[in-house]
């Protein structure tokens, strides 16, 4: 079964450069949620989008923005870089944020060092 | 503030024995809980939900219950084996408004050969 794809699975960046993270969801899911986790931490919710409209917002730097695209798939860019954005990012996706609860399926993430 | 609370400690046990993982949340009024398994570098993977009027859920050798009185559930697996040796995270959603799940901090399980 088609899971959920996230692209690149490494990336290394230097502190003040920008970054792009994509996400595809499983096919026929309408909602993607962004994921952030530290070394040793649990994920932190940063942001979702359902039908291309934000969803809701968590706790997402101002550096960082995201969208979602009319093939349902999703960008979260990062700009000016900090050395404690280095994390595992994960993007999930379920259907219809609106329903009763639906399952996150999450990707395997991408592992942002910034140096 | 909420706060959503997993053993920080590894639980070691032998295999074949029951595994117990606690979940305790406070401030919080979750419409539904949620078991994920995380394995090192890899994405969090649905394991079983359970809704606020349910005292309990069963699939194959996980059982989970849910006491909304206590503010708890508890994750059981049964006939443990090593492959079961993972951290397993509980997620909390609200009934309305955001969607996006809120992790406990997960508890290392090792099963012992």
């Not at chain 1, 093939?71 to 994960?90: P, T, V």
């Not at chain 2, 400690?9 to 032998?14: D, F, V, Y």
Request: aromatic share 10%; charged share 20%; proline share 6%.
């Amino acid at each position: 079964a088609a899971g959920v794809i996230q692209s690149p699975r490494h990336l290394i960046k230097e502190k003040r450069e920008t970054a792009t993270l994509k996400c595809y969801p499983i096919p026929r899911h309408d909602t993607v949620y962004w994921y952030q986790q530290g070394p040793g931490q649990d994920p932190q919710f940063l942001i979702s989008f359902y039908e291309k409209m934000q969803s809701d917002k968590g706790s997402i730097p101002d550096r960082f923005s995201a969208q979602q695209f009319s093939d349902y798939h999703s960008e979260l860019n990062m700009s000016s870089l900090e050395l404690g954005d280095s994390a595992l990012y994960f993007c999930a996706s379920s259907i219809g944020t609106l329903l009763p609860s639906k399952t996150q399926y999450f990707g395997p993430g991408t592992r942002l060092l910034v140096l | 503030s909420q706060k959503i609370e997993q053993n920080s400690e590894a639980l070691n046990i032998q295999e074949g024995k029951t595994a117990t993982l606690t979940c305790n949340y406070t401030n919080y009024s979750p419409a539904y809980l949620q078991w994920y398994r995380q394995d090192p570098g890899r994405g969090p993977v649905f394991l079983l939900l359970i809704r606020e009027n349910e005292k309990e859920k069963r699939k194959e050798r996980l059982k989970v219950t849910f006491d909304t009185t206590l503010k708890q559930s508890l994750f059981h697996i049964t006939a443990s084996q090593p492959a079961d040796s993972a951290t397993y995270l509980c997620a909390l959603e609200r009934r309305t408004g955001r969607r996006a799940l809120t992790f406990g901090s997960g508890t290392r399980l090792q099963v012992q050969p």
